[in-house]
Structures are given as C-alpha cells and as structure tokens.
C-alpha cells in the first residue's frame, strides 16, 4: 500500500536482489504516476485497495504511506486481519497499537523504521515484531530487508 520515493526504492530493490518476482507484487497507490511507475517493473496495480480479489490472502501487505494517512490506509487492508496476513509499515512514529486497534488483535505486525541511505541499499533499519509474527514471516520479512 503505497508506493512514493521509500515504497519504490524498497520494491526496486526487492525485485532486482530477485527476492521477489515482480508477478508476486500487487502494488495499490491512488497516485497514477506512482502505479504507472510500478506497473513498469512488471507489477499487478490497483488504485484502491477493495480492487483485491475477495478471496486473496496476501502473505504480506507493506504499509508504505506517510504517517498521516497511516489509518485510513491501514483500514483499508483490515478484512485480511485474520492472522494469515503478515502486516510490514515503514510509516515512522505509528506504533504497533495503532496497526492492532485497526485491524484488530490477531494481526501480525512488523514495523521497520528505515533511514533515508535505505532508500539506496546503503542505509540500515530497525525492525519490530509483534509477538502474533510467525518464525516463517519473520525469516520472509528478514531476506527481504537484507536487500
């Protein structure tokens, strides 16, 4: 969700370390530009989240937005807050509580706070898990931030 100047770096990266292909990446922005610029790797787009199948059940859902559309946003993705989606925001200040209250308390939740050299490969992040984050998501979302 979200896929401005952080989203984008973080994807590129993702899909040139070949962690991810780009068919296994559904990128929601409402910004045309911005999904235009994601559909050029090869990603699927939508400019809203209901745009989702109904019977998807993403393995992860990143959280890529600024910090004051953090819940609307987020409220949008709460039909996959049943436990067998893992959540991932980069959204700085947004504690995991506020992912809980939204999606409700069986929600995995990883947060990352990224520095700005990140957004080339070169910085480092923080990472936190709620403890709801299975050793399989924990290990997937890991390989992908080591990219």
């Known amino acids: 969700a979200?896929?401005?100047?952080?989203?984008y770096a973080m994807l590129s990266g993702w899909l040139k370390s070949g962690k991810l292909a780009p068919s296994a990446?559904?990128?929601?922005?409402?910004n045309a530009d911005l999904r235009n610029r994601a559909a050029a790797l090869g990603c699927?787009?939508?400019a809203e989240a209901e745009a989702i199948p109904?019977?998807?059940?993403p393995e992860l859902v990143v959280i890529a937005v600024k910090p004051q559309v953090i819940r609307d946003v987020t409220a949008a993705y709460k039909r996959f807050g049943d436990g067998r989606t893992t959540?991932?925001?980069i959204a700085a200040g947004t504690p995991s509580a506020t992912f809980e209250q939204i999606l409700g308390n069986r929600a995995p939740i990883v947060r990352c706070m990224p520095n700005t050299p990140a957004a080339i490969g070169?910085?480092?992040m923080v990472v936190f898990s709620n403890p709801l984050v299975s050793?399989?998501?924990?290990?997937?979302?890991?390989?992908?931030?080591?990219?």
Do not use: I
């Not at 109904?54 to 059940?57: K, L, N």
């Not at 050793?135 to 990219?147: E, M, N, P």
């Open 2 to 7: 979200g896929c401005g100047n952080m989203g």
């Open 25 to 30: 990446v559904f990128v929601v922005e409402p």
């Open 44 to 46: 699927g787009t939508a």
């Open 54 to 57: 109904v019977d998807a059940v």
């Open 87 to 89: 959540f991932v925001s």
């Open 122 to 124: 070169k910085g480092m």
């Open 135 to 147: 050793d399989d998501a924990t290990r997937f979302v890991a390989d992908l931030l080591s990219a």
